[in-house]
């Protein structure tokens, strides 16, 4: 499994973007995608997560409402739109693919086999 992340660059606050996620996979049954960030100093945290099949969704608080995770499975790819952005959305954000997840371990970096490279997000005041 490989994974490309992309559509990172500069945003004023309040701003929107829209990052991409391909995803290259033989088998996309029982995967679930996820973005996470990480900002400089800071652990890399959850942003949000789908499941390919269902497309069931799980948010962060910090960005829920605000953040809409998606797929385009003709594509394969994952998008993480991203409105009224702030200044602490600043980070670089990771894709992350893995099988057999259940809910509640889809917030854990460490269900997720496969990472992409991360694509820097930048918001300014």
């Known amino acids: 499994v490989q994974l490309q992340a992309s559509g990172g660059g500069l945003v004023q606050a309040g701003g929107s973007l829209r990052l991409s996620c391909v995803v290259s996979?033989?088998?996309?049954?029982?995967?679930?995608v996820a973005w996470f960030r990480q900002a400089p100093g800071k652990e890399r945290e959850f942003v949000t997560s789908?499941?390919?099949?269902?497309?069931?969704?799980t948010y962060a608080d910090s960005v829920r409402g605000r953040f809409t995770i998606s797929k385009d499975t003709a594509k394969n790819t994952v998008y993480l739109q991203m409105n009224r952005v702030k200044p602490e959305d600043t980070a670089v954000y990771y894709c992350?693919?893995?099988?057999?997840?259940?809910?509640?371990?889809?917030?854990?970096?460490?269900?997720?086999?496969?990472w992409g490279h991360g694509t820097q997000v930048t918001v300014s005041s």
């Open positions: 789908i499941k390919w099949s269902g497309g069931s969704t």
């Open positions: 992350a693919a893995g099988s057999g997840l259940i809910t509640s371990s889809m917030r854990y970096d460490s269900s997720y086999s496969y």
């Open positions: 996979a033989n088998t996309f049954t029982n995967y679930a």
